[in-house]
């Protein structure tokens, strides 16, 4: 079957592989310039620096198994932690998910903004023009997006599928990318989540991790703060990022740029590791969805790499 897979973040790319496995033709689809979704690094300068997901922990068999191939490949390696040790990626984040979807035909700058959905077929269309057919498909964007591109498709039958995704609601973060003369340290080990300004939840020094000899600062901010900030202009954020940041330690900032996430991480999560629209060849999947015993309770890189696999199963088992 030939399966379009509408997001190339963690659940996709992993959606893509299981059903590669099974001997099934994936695509991957999605409006970034590069892969990767939230598993986000940027270059600046000589340096680079990750601005999502900054580790990982592992709590499951299947992910292990996946993390024991990144580790022997050098991909990955452990950060600190001895209970559940965080695992980071020393090229950075984002080459994690671009490696695992080069494997798959990717199209990438393309933006769905509808979809068409019969009993054994789908279709996607992009707001560049683009249309994307296919068998049946996976759709891994944050809820509150998919949620306003099925709202926009009106796809007969799927009110009640378009009301559980409205259900999933998700918090802003706002990261700054911080660019520093002399470099700053951050904890032990390059991390520091206590004793910070308000409205800082996390300072990570990526040059103390080891991504970068340039000093680098990924600041993350909390949820209150990002929501006050989300649609201030640049500058604005920018500013009262680097006077709460002034609060921690005399800096000498050369750049600072602000990245911002309007859907960070879920607040309200669905218990189930996918869904389905109704009885259509077309399901959702992404770290909002958890299994139903995912003690954690929280969106994480664990939860979105499960989910994937879940979703392509699932897929697997009804349609082929
Ligand atoms: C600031 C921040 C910090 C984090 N820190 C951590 C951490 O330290 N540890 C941890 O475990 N997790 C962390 N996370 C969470 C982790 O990054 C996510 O759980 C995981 O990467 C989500 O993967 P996903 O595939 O579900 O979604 P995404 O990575 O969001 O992938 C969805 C993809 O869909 C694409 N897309 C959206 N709309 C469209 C459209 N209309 N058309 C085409 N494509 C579209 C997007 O471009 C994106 O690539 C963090 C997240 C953020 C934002």
Do not use: C
Not at 83 to 96: E, K, S, V, W
Not at 135 to 150: K, N, R, S, W
Not at 217 to 232: C, G, I, K, N, P
Not at 277 to 283: H, I, R, T
Request: charged share 25%.
């Amino acid at each position: 079957m030939q399966i379009a897979i509408a997001g190339a973040g963690l659940a996709g790319v992993f959606a893509a592989q299981t059903l590669a496995a099974a001997g099934h033709e994936p695509f991957l689809i999605d409006k970034g310039r590069s892969a990767g979704g939230r598993m986000a690094t940027r270059r600046i300068g000589q340096g680079r620096a990750d601005h999502g997901a900054q580790f990982f922990t592992v709590r499951t068999e299947i992910f292990q198994k996946e993390v024991d191939r990144w580790l022997e490949r050098g991909q990955v390696k452990k950060w600190f932690g001895d209970d559940h040790p965080r695992y980071m990626a020393p090229d950075g984040m984002n080459t994690l998910v671009k490696q695992m979807a080069s494997a798959f035909d990717l199209h990438l700058e393309e933006k769905i903004v509808r979809m068409e959905a019969e009993a054994d077929s789908i279709l996607l269309a992009a707001d560049s023009g683009s249309i994307f057919p296919a068998d049946a498909g996976i759709v891994t964007f944050p809820p509150p997006q998919t949620a306003e591109l099925m709202h926009r498709s009106a796809i007969p039958g799927t009110k009640e599928t378009v009301k559980t995704l409205e259900m999933l609601t998700f918090r802003p973060a706002i990261v700054g990318l911080v660019t520093l003369k002399q470099p700053a340290e951050a904890g032990s080990h390059g991390m520091l989540d206590r004793d910070l300004p308000e409205g800082i939840e996390k300072i990570i020094a990526a040059d103390q991790k080891g991504l970068t000899s340039e000093p680098i600062l990924s600041v993350y901010m909390t949820a209150d703060w990002s929501r006050r900030y989300l649609d201030e202009p640049d500058e604005k954020a920018a500013e009262a990022l680097n006077n709460s940041l002034a609060e921690w330690k005399q800096l000498e900032v050369k750049d600072l740029q602000v990245k911002r996430w309007r859907y960070s991480e879920a607040e309200q999560t669905h218990a189930g590791a996918w869904l389905q629209a109704e009885s259509l060849p077309l399901y959702f999947a992404g770290d909002a969805f958890l299994h139903r015993d995912d003690a954690s309770g929280r969106t994480r890189v664990e939860s979105a790499v499960l989910s994937g696999i879940a979703a392509a199963e699932a897929l697997i088992k009804q349609h082929g």
